[in-house]
């Protein structure tokens, strides 16, 4: 029973990254079906991951009140039929506003299945699930992006929004059938405004979980980055054709498959805090090479994708601690807490994807010290929480 948890789990956390890098390899092709430039056809993923991101603040309150699974149902129905309106867009603003409508129903199953976990596990057994999962969810955008070059040289980029259409069926079907609720009337919360802004305030206000948060965002936009500049990075950079991604998120999505396997073998044997120091001097070596070779070399595959699989696979180490040291501040209101952590997370993705990224995607090396910079910024935040989680203990203790 567990493994098909995890398997669901995995699958509906899927949804999000499928839209957002399935249909990368179509976008000279988008624009030139809609006579539009790639800034423009840019947009049809920066607007995808703003409305992601804004929608993952309410999804985990939702769940809170309405239960898990009715949430989880409805946010289907409403990607379905956005994929659908983007399969069939006659204009690329139908096709905005279609992302839009799939970008607010691609969070909920990353958002409320981390609540689900929170629900039936608790540490080292909760971080060990939320790793497996990450382990398979990490088959998306690996997979995403070779199919979606196929799929594009094959039947043209409108398949790929069919493709979508029909997974988010076979997920539908999947969740009404074999995902139990696991939040019990008696412990949802009434649908008091109210109470809900002073439960989001009480979340804002507490600055370590702020700080943990804005930490594994920040590493994570280092992926953000080799993200938003996937076409021009494979297509521009590497010299490879539009079935060529492979060259690039195999690397990266391997590095979070493994890392995310080692960090749940880990659970039991290595604190959680321990376990961020490692993965922080991973990220900082690989980073470091990362510069280095793009300042020496021009790049080509595979020297310039290698550091980025060993980026991801320490990221991946430092992703469930990270997020359950946050969570656990809140035990009691964990569908919002982690609605806040995706919220700061997907924000943070969507600013360094769709804003930080066109300003570096034309040279492997401004993208590399883009990776260092966020990697510098996620370390000064950890510091920041860890030093008043200290301050905190210290105080607290009895003359």
């Given at each position: 029973?567990?493994?098909l948890?995890t398997?669901?789990?995995a699958?509906?956390?899927?949804?999000g990254?499928?839209?957002?890098?399935t249909?990368?390899?179509?976008?000279?092709?988008?624009?030139g079906?809609?006579?539009?430039?790639?800034?423009?056809?840019?947009?049809t993923?920066?607007?995808?991951?703003f409305c992601?991101?804004?929608?993952?603040?309410?999804?985990?309150?939702?769940?809170?009140?309405f239960?898990?699974?009715?949430?989880?149902?409805v946010?289907?129905?409403?990607?379905?039929?956005?994929?659908?309106?983007?399969?069939?867009?006659?204009?690329?603003?139908?096709?905005?506003?279609?992302?839009?409508?799939?970008?607010?129903?691609?969070?909920?199953?990353?958002?409320?299945g981390?609540?689900?976990?929170q629900?039936?596990?608790?540490?080292?057994?909760?971080?060990?699930?939320?790793?497996?999962?990450?382990?398979?969810?990490?088959?998306?955008?690996a997979?995403?992006?070779i199919l979606?070059g196929?799929?594009q040289?094959?039947?043209g980029?409108?398949?790929?929004?069919?493709?979508?259409?029909?997974?988010?069926?076979?997920?539908?079907f999947?969740?009404?059938?074999?995902?139990?609720?696991?939040?019990?009337?008696r412990?949802?919360?009434p649908?008091?405004?109210g109470t809900?802004a002073?439960?989001?305030?009480?979340?804002?206000?507490?600055?370590?979980?702020?700080?943990?948060?804005v930490?594994?965002?920040?590493?994570?936009g280092?992926?953000?980055?080799?993200?938003g500049?996937?076409a021009?990075?494979?297509m521009?950079?590497?010299h490879?054709?539009?079935?060529a991604?492979?060259?690039?998120?195999?690397?990266?999505?391997?590095?979070m498959v493994?890392?995310?396997?080692?960090s749940?073998?880990?659970?039991?044997?290595?604190?959680?805090?321990?376990?961020?120091?490692i993965?922080?001097?991973?990220?900082a070596v690989a980073?470091?090479?990362n510069?280095?070779?793009?300042?020496l070399?021009?790049?080509?595959?595979?020297w310039?994708v290698l550091?980025?699989?060993?980026?991801?696979l320490?990221?991946?180490?430092?992703?469930?601690p990270l997020?359950?040291?946050?969570?656990?501040?809140?035990?009691q209101?964990?569908?919002?807490a982690?609605?806040?952590?995706?919220?700061?997370?997907?924000t943070?993705?969507a600013?360094?994807s769709?804003?930080?990224?066109?300003?570096?995607?034309?040279?492997?090396f401004?993208?590399?010290?883009?990776v260092?910079?966020?990697?510098v910024?996620?370390?000064?935040?950890?510091?920041l929480a860890?030093?008043?989680?200290?301050q905190?203990?210290?105080?607290?203790?009895p003359?």
């Amino acid at each position: 029973m567990q493994i098909l948890l995890t398997v669901l789990l995995a699958g509906l956390t899927m949804v999000g990254p499928l839209a957002i890098d399935t249909y990368l390899p179509s976008f000279p092709a988008i624009g030139g079906e809609f006579g539009a430039t790639p800034l423009a056809v840019q947009q049809t993923l920066s607007l995808f991951l703003f409305c992601f991101a804004f929608m993952m603040l309410f999804y985990g309150t939702l769940s809170d009140t309405f239960g898990r699974r009715p949430i989880i149902l409805v946010s289907l129905v409403l990607y379905i039929a956005a994929s659908v309106g983007g399969a069939v867009a006659g204009s690329l603003g139908f096709l905005l506003a279609c992302r839009v409508l799939q970008g607010l129903a691609s969070g909920a199953g990353s958002v409320v299945g981390r609540a689900i976990v929170q629900d039936r596990f608790a540490g080292a057994e909760a971080q060990k699930i939320l790793g497996h999962i990450m382990m398979v969810f990490g088959l998306a955008p690996a997979l995403a992006p070779i199919l979606g070059g196929w799929l594009q040289v094959s039947y043209g980029w409108r398949s790929i929004f069919w493709f979508l259409a029909l997974f988010g069926a076979v997920m539908m079907f999947a969740v009404w059938r074999w995902l139990p609720e696991s939040l019990a009337p008696r412990d949802r919360h009434p649908l008091h405004f109210g109470t809900i802004a002073g439960n989001y305030l009480k979340v804002l206000r507490h600055r370590q979980f702020l700080l943990l948060a804005v930490a594994l965002g920040l590493a994570f936009g280092g992926f953000a980055l080799y993200i938003g500049s996937a076409a021009y990075f494979v297509m521009h950079i590497l010299h490879l054709p539009e079935t060529a991604f492979a060259w690039l998120f195999i690397p990266l999505v391997a590095g979070m498959v493994v890392g995310s396997a080692i960090s749940g073998k880990v659970a039991h044997r290595c604190s959680q805090q321990a376990l961020i120091r490692i993965a922080y001097v991973g990220m900082a070596v690989a980073a470091l090479v990362n510069v280095g070779y793009t300042y020496l070399f021009a790049a080509t595959v595979p020297w310039a994708v290698l550091p980025l699989f060993f980026y991801s696979l320490a990221l991946a180490v430092a992703m469930p601690p990270l997020s359950l040291i946050a969570l656990n501040y809140f035990p009691q209101h964990s569908g919002l807490a982690a609605s806040m952590q995706s919220f700061i997370q997907m924000t943070l993705f969507a600013l360094v994807s769709g804003l930080v990224a066109p300003l570096l995607f034309d040279s492997a090396f401004k993208l590399a010290c883009g990776v260092l910079g966020c990697l510098v910024a996620s370390l000064l935040a950890w510091l920041l929480a860890q030093a008043g989680t200290v301050q905190a203990k210290t105080s607290s203790k009895p003359d």
